[in-house]
């Protein structure tokens, strides 16, 4: 049975008195079922950095601090330690954690937590190599603009036919390349994008090895495999890299050590992947940024956090009992 959540009055009575009771009531609930796997993530606005660890099985917010300036290892690691004070109280374990590439975790997470498997988030690995894919795709698109003939002003001479078509035919080939740019970094093509990836690379084998290379990262992170395989699978794919001297520059994120750390969750099904959890309350901030203008302080904001996490407890609840009303009178 799935544990209550804190009484309706923790948000009835405003933002501060939601801030007072959030580590007894809140923390109460949302510890109840605790999974042992996180998402930790910092969030900047302006001058304040927001932290927040979120379990990363039942996508609750766990803990929170709203700092007034950019975060340091100090900071972190006092974070962490308050987090694991609380834990210790309920003799409560941490099994596994996911962020992204911040260089403020390892080192604080080690201290801390000790050595638990520690996951780089796979959807930020992913997002800077596809950066870097299409950032050489317009690179190409570059070099070939700057292959142009230039031709006069005014109708083409015969001599100069050819030079015109030339230069229509690399500009056709540019506004291709600038089209189906995602074809370059997308994870599946059906047979019919294949076939305009072929056409549209045809004379750029550094486009077809881009594409190529792209598939291969896609593969390391199939479950199905160990995390041991997906290493030699990216000890075989930086060999490749490095025999492409037009593509090694661009592909320097694939020999980055933040990618053989976010192939660690194959090894454990638990272990999220991405860090996400923690991605969508930061969405949801944003929102409300956007909205509540006058949310603009410290206090204002550990305020204002604490109230949504009461209004989180609620939903489920809520939900079930709007479903109940609407059941009873439609007679269902």
């Known amino acids: 049975m799935s544990p209550s959540p804190p009484s309706r009055t923790g948000w009835r009575l405003g933002e ?3 801030r007072e009771r959030w580590e007894t009531d809140y923390l109460a609930w949302a510890l109840a079922d605790f999974s042992g796997y996180l998402a930790i993530d910092e969030l ?33 690691l006092a974070f962490f ?23 403020l975790y390892p080192a604080t997470i080690l201290a801390v937590f000790g050595p638990v498997p520690h996951q780089i988030c796979e959807f930020h690995m992913l997002k800077d190599l596809t950066h870097a894919i299409l950032r050489a ?4 698109r570059k070099q070939l603009a700057a292959q142009q003939p230039k031709l006069g002003r005014g109708r083409p001479t015969k001599a100069k036919r050819k030079l015109a078509r030339q230069r229509q035919h690399l500009q056709q080939k540019i506004a291709d390349l600038f089209e189906h740019r995602h074809l370059f970094v997308q994870r599946r093509l059906t047979p019919a994008e294949q076939v305009t990836l072929q056409r549209i690379t045809r004379n750029l ?8 290379i792209m598939h291969e ?35 320097k994120g694939v020999f980055s050590a933040n990618l053989e750390k976010a192939l660690t969750f194959l090894d454990d099904r638990l272990l999220g992947a ?16 956007k909205t509540v203008y006058r949310v603009r302080t410290a206090d204002h904001i550990s305020d204002r956090l604490a109230l949504d996490l009461f209004r989180e407890a609620a939903a489920q609840p809520r939900a079930l009992t709007l479903s109940f009303l609407h059941s009873a009178r439609t007679g269902a």
């Open 16 to 18: 501060k008195r939601a």
């Open 44 to 76: 900047y606005d302006g001058p304040f950095c927001v932290l927040s660890i979120v379990d990363n099985r039942t996508f609750k917010r766990l803990f929170y601090q709203v700092l007034d300036h950019d975060p340091t290892q100090d900071d972190m």
């Open 81 to 103: 330690q308050r987090f694991q004070a609380v834990l210790q109280t309920r003799h409560l374990t941490v099994r596994g954690i996911t962020t992204d590439g911040s260089p």
């Open 137 to 140: 795709v317009a690179q190409a």
């Open 205 to 212: 084998p550094q486009l077809r090895a881009l594409r190529d």
């Open 217 to 251: 990262v896609y593969r390391l992170f199939d479950r199905r495999c160990r995390t041991a395989t997906a290493l030699a699978k990216l000890a075989r794919l930086r060999q490749r890299v490095q025999r492409f001297t037009q593509v090694r520059q661009v592909l």
């Open 274 to 289: 991405t860090s996400n959890a923690v991605e969508r309350g930061n969405r949801r901030y944003r929102k409300m940024q």
